[in-house]
């Protein structure tokens, strides 16, 4: 780090990964004395070159299969010391960087993923919603050290040099702060207790952020996304802001947000404007809204009477969880949620009240799954809603009367249930890369052997060398549409224009040329001063 950026006015800016794909951003923000990290995702693209459901990073060896092959970023003093292997590979050792805090725009993974393996004092900062999310996902999830994304179990070498976990020494929780609000009292005690483990945990209580760090001020503006509490950060420093957007939209339920984020920045002097672009360079660009969604869906469920219906989605949508629920209530039926959606909606309940009418909702019901053992944080929820819960045999026994919401790892359970003649609606996100179309084959199978009606989706080709072809406006994209994108960024007009989140940084410079918005097009381990 040059020694003139600590006491200056130069904004530096690094891509530490994320440049040119769509997730694994990973964005290093420095202005004066003050070092941030702009979300710490989990690269699919590159996870999946090496990496599978069943091949995965070697917990006894902790960051050395990560760092070996490229998946955290070779910078000095970012991480955890307990995941640093004897004799191995030492990323302390690689050049560093001044950093104070970490900031999370939304709980996806490809935004937050990594978070676990970076040093337990590092303080995080996010909006309510995103953490009461980011505890569900760790609180439910697998144990996996690089997904402990909020309390972190120590972890030490033992005689053979293999990390394992210190039965003796209490866990720790991360530093952690609220933007945009201050914490909830119910999100308070949410973050106070453990329920997977009988290990104590330390660290301090949950805390409003303090409005500047080290001379410069962060704030948080909600935008409109695919998951609740999703923001824009923006950073004020003396040479003016810097705005990173996370993931937007402007065609959901609250995409006014991001119209009134513009509308703001208007007011001030934006320097540089860090934005995504996912949707840029494809040849579909669908305005379809979660409206068009619920009408299509609702006319499907409406024309399958006595059937089951199957309703594929993504984890963590809550907002088309909403829309399945809509459609059950209108239809007369019920909506089975797996335990994680109910456990998901319980946090996210501690940090925005309104969603408790969707947890208490009696049109949802949970899907009590056959288990020998289950996780702590599974038999409280199943305590708590005993009076909730169905299985395999009520479901078999009155298809019509429910709509099974599920996606493909959970197809399992259709054996039990037993679908023959049902109605599938493939309501997610569209395929991307090898390892996806595979999936895609797999689930096709699963669906023909059931002789499910499909919607959504349908395979063209006779055997896995097809390709999935998707149908029927059943999807709404959790990114803007190129053309609100550009009119977005000419509404902020910052001076500097940063693409992330974006295989196609080019469409930038080509769409925004003769505007006064200098375009850089940075690739991973590039910075920009200013």
Same mark, same amino acid.
């Given at each position: 780090?040059?020694?003139?950026?600590?006491?200056?006015?130069?904004?530096?800016?690094?891509?530490?990964?994320?440049?040119?794909?769509?997730?694994?951003?990973?964005?290093?923000? !420095?202005?004066?004395?003050?070092?941030?990290?702009?979300?710490?995702?989990?690269?699919?693209?590159? @996870?999946?070159?090496?990496?599978?459901?069943?091949?995965?990073?070697?917990?006894?060896?902790? #960051?050395?299969?990560?760092?070996?092959? $490229?998946?955290?970023?070779?910078?000095?003093?970012l991480?955890?010391e307990?995941l640093?292997?004897?004799?191995?590979?030492?990323?302390?050792?690689?050049?560093?960087?001044?950093v104070?805090?970490?900031?999370?725009?939304?709980?996806?993974?490809?935004?937050?993923?990594? #978070?676990?393996?970076?040093?337990?004092?590092l303080?995080?900062? /996010?909006?309510?919603?995103?953490?009461?999310?980011?505890?569900?996902?760790?609180?439910? $999830?697998?144990?996996?050290?690089?997904?402990?994304?909020?309390?972190?179990?120590?972890?030490?070498?033992?005689?053979?040099?293999?990390?394992?976990?210190?039965?003796?020494?209490?866990?720790?929780?991360?530093?952690?702060?609220?933007?945009?609000?201050?914490?909830?009292?119910?999100?308070?005690a949410? @973050?106070?207790?453990?329920?997977?483990?009988?290990?104590?945990?330390?660290?301090?209580?949950?805390?409003?952020?303090?409005?500047?760090?080290?001379?410069?001020?962060?704030?948080?503006?909600?935008?409109?996304?695919?998951?609740?509490?999703?923001?824009?950060?923006?950073?004020?420093?003396?040479?003016?802001?810097?705005v990173?957007?996370?993931?937007?939209?402007?065609?959901?339920?609250?995409?006014?947000?991001? @119209?009134?984020?513009?509308?703001?920045?208007?007011?001030?002097?934006?320097?540089?404007?860090?934005? *995504?672009?996912?949707?840029?360079?494809?040849?579909?660009?669908?305005?379809?809204?979660? !409206?068009?969604?619920?009408?299509?869906?609702?006319?499907?469920?409406?024309?399958?009477?006595?059937?089951?219906?199957?309703?594929?989605? &993504?984890?963590?949508?809550?907002?088309?969880?909403?829309?399945?629920? !809509?459609?059950?209530?209108?239809? $007369?039926?019920?909506l089975?949620?797996?335990?994680?959606?109910?456990?998901?909606?319980? /946090?996210?309940?501690?940090?925005?009240?309104?969603?408790?009418?969707?947890?208490?909702?009696?049109?949802?019901?949970?899907?009590?799954?056959?288990?020998? !053992?289950?996780?702590? %944080?599974?038999?409280?929820?199943?305590?708590?809603?005993?009076?909730?819960l169905?299985?395999?045999?009520?479901?078999? /026994?009155?298809?019509?009367?429910?709509?099974?919401?599920?996606?493909?790892?959970?197809?399992?359970?259709?054996?039990?249930?037993?679908?023959?003649?049902?109605?599938?609606?493939?309501?997610?996100?569209?395929?991307?890369?090898?390892?996806?179309?595979?999936?895609? %084959?797999?689930?096709?199978?699963?669906?023909?052997?059931?002789?499910?009606?499909?919607? &959504?989706?349908? %395979?063209?080709?006779?055997?896995?060398?097809?390709?999935?072809?998707?149908?029927?406006?059943?999807?709404?994209?959790?990114?803007?549409?190129?053309?609100?994108?550009?009119?977005?960024?000419?509404a902020?007009?910052?001076?500097?224009?940063?693409?992330?989140?974006?295989?196609?940084?080019? @469409?930038?410079?080509?769409h925004?040329?003769?505007?006064?918005?200098?375009?850089?097009?940075?690739?991973?381990? *590039?910075?920009?001063?200013?």
């Amino acid at each position: 780090m040059a020694i003139a950026n600590l006491f200056s006015g130069t904004v530096r800016l690094k891509v530490l990964d994320g440049a040119r794909t769509i997730g694994g951003t990973k964005l290093y923000l !420095q202005e004066g004395r003050a070092g941030f990290l702009v979300d710490f995702g989990l690269n699919y693209g590159r @996870w999946g070159r090496y990496f599978e459901e069943y091949l995965k990073p070697r917990t006894a060896r902790g #960051l050395h299969d990560l760092w070996k092959l $490229g998946l955290v970023p070779p910078v000095g003093g970012l991480y955890r010391e307990d995941l640093r292997p004897p004799e191995s590979c030492d990323p302390q050792e690689a050049p560093p960087l001044e950093v104070h805090a970490v900031l999370a725009s939304h709980a996806h993974m490809d935004h937050c993923g990594l #978070l676990g393996v970076l040093r337990t004092d590092l303080p995080l900062y /996010a909006s309510p919603p995103t953490l009461a999310l980011l505890r569900a996902l760790q609180d439910t $999830g697998k144990a996996e050290f690089y997904s402990e994304l909020c309390y972190c179990t120590p972890r030490a070498p033992n005689e053979e040099g293999q990390l394992e976990s210190c039965r003796d020494a209490p866990g720790r929780v991360r530093p952690t702060f609220t933007l945009g609000a201050d914490p909830p009292e119910e999100l308070c005690a949410l @973050w106070s207790r453990v329920p997977r483990s009988k290990r104590k945990y330390t660290g301090p209580p949950l805390r409003p952020a303090p409005p500047k760090v080290e001379g410069v001020g962060i704030r948080a503006h909600p935008v409109d996304h695919s998951v609740p509490g999703s923001v824009a950060l923006i950073f004020e420093g003396k040479e003016g802001l810097v705005v990173y957007t996370g993931d937007f939209r402007t065609h959901g339920k609250t995409g006014h947000r991001v @119209w009134e984020l513009g509308a703001a920045l208007q007011r001030e002097r934006v320097l540089v404007l860090v934005v *995504e672009g996912t949707r840029v360079g494809r040849e579909r660009h669908e305005r379809i809204t979660e !409206q068009d969604v619920l009408e299509r869906a609702l006319k499907i469920v409406n024309g399958s009477r006595g059937r089951l219906v199957v309703a594929d989605f &993504g984890p963590r949508h809550v907002e088309r969880l909403e829309t399945f629920l !809509q459609v059950a209530r209108a239809c $007369g039926r019920r909506l089975v949620a797996l335990p994680k959606d109910g456990y998901l909606l319980e /946090a996210l309940s501690t940090a925005d009240p309104t969603y408790r009418s969707l947890l208490s909702d009696p049109h949802l019901v949970f899907l009590n799954r056959p288990r020998l !053992q289950a996780d702590r %944080w599974l038999e409280e929820f199943l305590d708590r809603h005993r009076s909730r819960l169905v299985d395999a045999r009520i479901v078999r /026994a009155s298809p019509g009367e429910h709509v099974l919401a599920m996606s493909f790892y959970d197809l399992v359970d259709l054996l039990d249930i037993e679908p023959e003649g049902g109605v599938y609606v493939y309501s997610s996100s569209e395929a991307y890369g090898e390892d996806s179309r595979v999936d895609m %084959w797999r689930l096709w199978n699963w669906l023909q052997y059931f002789g499910m009606e499909v919607h &959504g989706v349908r %395979w063209v080709g006779e055997d896995e060398r097809g390709r999935p072809e998707f149908t029927g406006g059943l999807h709404a994209s959790g990114h803007a549409h190129p053309e609100d994108l550009l009119e977005f960024i000419r509404a902020v007009r910052p001076a500097h224009l940063i693409p992330l989140h974006t295989e196609h940084p080019e @469409w930038f410079a080509e769409h925004l040329r003769g505007e006064p918005i200098k375009v850089h097009i940075l690739e991973n381990e *590039e910075e920009l001063e200013l």
